[in-house]
């Protein structure tokens, strides 16, 4: 069975940093991780950066660009995201989504979340 678990969360100062990762329990022969939402208290789930095709372009939420920046470790599969210059208002958990390839086709995959706090 096919999981995502998320970490690097944690309490961080407005302006500081985090870096949250995604281990995919397979290998990107059966799954592909494609990108990173979160959802604040009160709120719904939204994208924060996305990219859904292997060797596809890679989309930010306008309130993260410049700020936050996806990476990969294939052989790993794993998922990074790189958050700079956090404010309180990215607030969230949040989570990790894969789909399915091969064997797992049209399969949708979410990680449990990694709670981040942004505060003073």
């Known amino acids: 069975q096919v999981q995502l678990v998320e970490s690097g969360g944690g309490l961080v100062q407005p302006g500081g940093s985090l870096r949250l990762s995604c281990v995919a329990s397979t290998s990107i022969f059966s799954v592909w991780p494609t990108g990173w939402y979160r959802q604040a208290p009160g709120k719904e789930r939204e994208m924060v950066v996305s990219?859904?095709?292997?060797?596809?372009?890679?989309t930010y939420a306008d309130s993260v660009k410049g700020r936050f920046t996806m990476s990969r470790d294939n052989a790993r599969n794993t998922l990074f995201l790189q958050m700079n210059r956090l404010k309180p208002e990215d607030t969230a958990v949040y989570y990790c989504?894969?789909?399915?390839?091969?064997?797992?086709?049209?399969?949708?995959?979410w990680g449990k979340g990694t709670l981040v706090t942004v505060s003073s």
């Open positions: 990219s859904p095709d292997v060797g596809g372009s890679t």
């Open positions: 989504r894969a789909r399915g390839i091969g064997r797992n086709e049209g399969m949708d995959y």
